[in-house]
Each structure stands twice: as structure tokens, then as C-alpha cells.
């Protein structure tokens, strides 16, 4: 597995890839690998010639008081990960290399899709998003970019700003991997006691409790939340930040569940702010 560090070195790879027509799958991670992450990695390989993975905590996209310095980096462990998939070459710069001096760009999705959810409660997060991830699928040439529904909202302004910018990607967008336990994959999971893990199993909890509902009929966004609600104020360690049901793709707002429907929820479990979420889907008419 070729490790890339630089401008130069991963232009010159991708730019060899391509002569050669072959196709570039692109994983963008902030490393800390875990199975959810290797998914994806998974998925491009099925599909692509060649898979470019990218570990790179983006300062951009934290604000002021997140976990940017204390974010999980374990290069070593990840290269050995992706190894296993295999991964063709992974891309690890240094903040500096992304972002030297004089940089000065930042792509703004100017839509309700940053306004909500995550976007609500982290300004500037998906500015800083979009613009680490323009910057990857150019540098990378990608023809494929894998992103997973775990960051739904993170996937809808990624799709926005490829139509908008006529990039030449095909977003591919993986399911949530979860532990046995129900738990959604997540890097920042390292964060937890014990006690918090056992406690943060109560999101996926809540979320099937709707889902359930949703089973049964209920189709009133007012009401489905207010049954997540309820399973979250049943465990003590947890302090949800949003739960919050809207179309999707659109993220449209909603009274009743008659399409898609994404049902996200950002809840803190001690210090640490976990997500998750599932996309209701109005059933087919039989026959
Ligand atoms: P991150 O390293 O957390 O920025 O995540 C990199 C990519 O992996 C993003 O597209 C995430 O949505 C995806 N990802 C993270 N956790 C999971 C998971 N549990 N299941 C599926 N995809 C995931």
C-alpha cells in the first residue's frame, strides 16, 4: 500500500492511475479506523480499480472547544486495517498540506441542508467539510467518492455541492455498521467508560422504538419524536442535543412520515457527543 503525503505525491499517483484508465475509488476518513470505515473501503473496492483512502483529522471542520486535539490519531493501526481490504493507497497530509499559508477558499453550502441538525449545533462544520472533501475528490481524481449514511446529513451536502460544482463524482453512500450490541460504529466510541458505552446503547434503542412505531403505523413526526424522546430521557447519562425527523433526501421539514424520512439524533453520553439515525420508509402499497 502506497502511503502519499504529499501534493505532489498523490497528484503524480492519481495522475498515473488515470493515464493508465483505470478507475479511482476515494474514502474519506479521519482515520481511527474501525469496521464501518473498512465497509466503505469494501464497497469502492468492488467497484473501482483502484481505492484511495485519505486519513486526515480536517482542522476545518471542528469549532472552537471541540475535540480536535484529543481526536483519536493512530496512523500505524490504520495502515494495517486497510491492508486487509486491501486499500491501494492511502493519503495522509499534514494540516499544513491541505491548508498552507495564504489559504484562503472555503466552499459554503448556502442552503437549510447546513442550517439543521449538525449544522445548527456546529457552525461552520460543513463548510469545513465541503471544502476538505472538494479539495480530496480533485486531488484524488476520483470517479467514485464512499461516504456512509452514518453522517446522512454530512452525504445530502456532499451531494448538493457535486451537482452545484459539476463534479465529476458518483457519490455512493454505505449503511450504518453497528456492533452486535445495536451500537453505531464511530471513532469517537473510544471516548466511553464502560458505563457510557453501556449507557449509548440507548440511541439505537430509542431510534427502533420509533422505527417500531413507524411499523405499527404511527406516521406523525410529533409523535415519533416525542417516542425517541422518551427512550433518551430513560437513561440517566444521556443529554440529547437534537432529535429531529425530516424528508430525506430533501431534509424538507415534515408533520407526517409519507416518504423517506431521516430520523437523526445527536445525543451526549457524558463528554462525549455521539450520533446516529435511520431512514423511515413510507411501505409500498401491496399489489
Ligand atoms: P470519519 O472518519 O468519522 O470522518 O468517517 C469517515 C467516513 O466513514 C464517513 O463517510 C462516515 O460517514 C463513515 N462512517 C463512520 N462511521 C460509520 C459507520 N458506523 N457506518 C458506516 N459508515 C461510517
Redesign the pocket.
Known amino acids: 500500500m502506497k502511503i502519499l503525503r504529499t501534493i505532489q505525491e498523490i497528484e503524480e499517483y492519481t495522475k498515473a492511475v488515470k493515464a493508465s484508465g483505470r478507475t479511482i475509488g476515494l ?11 473498512l ?2 473501503m469494501r464497497l469502492a473496492r468492488q467497484s473501482c480499480d483502484v481505492v484511495l483512502a485519505s486519513v486526515f483529522v480536517n482542522p476545518v471542520q471542528f469549532g472552537p472547544g471541540e475535540d480536535y486535539d484529543a481526536y483519536p490519531r493512530q496512523f500505524e493501526d490504520d495502515c494495517a486495517q486497510l491492508a486487509t481490504v486491501p486499500v491501494d493507497a492511502v493519503f495522509h497530509p499534514d494540516p499544513v498540506v491541505m491548508y498552507p499559508s495564504g489559504y484562503a477558499t472555503y466552499i459554503n453550502v448556502e442552503s437549510a441542508i447546513t442550517q439543521k441538525l449538525c449544522g445548527a449545533k456546529r457552525p461552520g462544520h460543513f463548510r469545513g467539510v465541503a471544502t476538505v472533501v472538494v479539495k480530496l475528490m480533485n486531488l484524488a481524481r476520483a470517479d467514485k467518492a ?6 446522512a446529513q ?2 445530502v451536502v456532499i451531494h448538493r455541492f457535486v451537482a452545484d460544482l459539476n463534479l465529476p463524482v458518483e457519490v455512493v453512500m ?5 456492533e452486535a450490541s445495536g451500537l ?4 469517537r466510541n473510544v471516548y466511553l467508560s464502560a458505563s457510557e458505552r453501556t449507557a449509548a446503547l440507548v440511541l439505537h434503542r430509542s431510534l427502533q422504538a420509533a422505527q417500531t412505531a413507524f411499523s405499527q403505523g404511527e406516521k406523525e413526526c410529533l409523535r415519533l419524536k416525542q417516542i425517541v424522546q422518551t427512550v433518551l430521557g430513560s437513561e440517566p447519562l444521556a443529554d440529547p442535543d437534537y432529535v429531529e425527523l425530516y424528508s430525506f433526501p430533501e431534509l424538507a421539514d415534515i408533520s407526517r412520515v409519507q416518504g423517506p424520512a431521516l430520523l437523526a439524533i445527536a445525543v451526549r453520553i457524558g463528554r462525549t457527543r455521539l450520533i446516529d439515525n435511520i431512514i423511515l420508509e413510507a411501505e409500498k402499497p401491496c399489489c
Open positions: 474514502v474519506p476518513t479521519m482515520g481511527a479506523l474501525h469496521e464501518g470505515h465497509t466503505l464512499f461516504f456512509g449514511q452514518k453522517d454530512q452525504v454505505a449503511p450504518i455498521s453497528r453505531a460504529r464511530s471513532s
